[in-house]
Nanobody
Framework: QVQLVESGGGLVQAGGSLRLSCAAS????????MGWFRQAPEKEREFVARISRYGTVTYNTDSVKGRFTISRDITKNTVYLQMNSLKPEDTAVYYC??????????WGQGTQVTVSS
């Protein structure tokens, strides 16, 4: 059974940092691209970042603008999202997802990030 478990969310002041983690199990982690998405209240889910199985990274540059960094540790079956210079508009539930091809096959349960002004 595939599981993606996010952690690291919480409450932080504007300008602060958080590092989200997503631990994967039940799949061959090295063969999947991993992505981070977020959904704010009353808004649609938004793509944040993606890292391919080869380490190629893609960001939603409009919203992230160099503040976030995605990375993965194959030895720990974990993908990370380092978030710096956080803004109140970054407040959302953050989800990780795994994609064997272009479609995301598995999703985590999400972790709440709240940025206070």
């Amino acid at each position: 059974q595939v599981q993606l478990v996010e952690s690291g969310g919480g409450l932080v002041q504007a300008g602060g940092s958080l590092r989200l983690s997503c631990a994967a199990s039940g799949l061959t982690f090295s063969t999947y691209a991993m992505g981070w998405f977020r959904q704010a209240p009353e808004k649609e889910r938004e793509f944040v970042a993606r890292i391919s199985r080869y380490g190629t990274v893609t960001y939603n540059t409009d919203s992230v603008k160099g503040r976030f960094t995605i990375s993965r540790d194959i030895t720990k079956n974990t993908v990370y999202l380092q978030m710096n210079s956080l803004k109140p508009e970054d407040t959302a539930v953050y989800y990780c997802a795994a994609a064997l091809t272009t479609r995301y096959d598995y999703w985590g349960q999400g972790t709440q990030v709240t940025v206070s002004s």
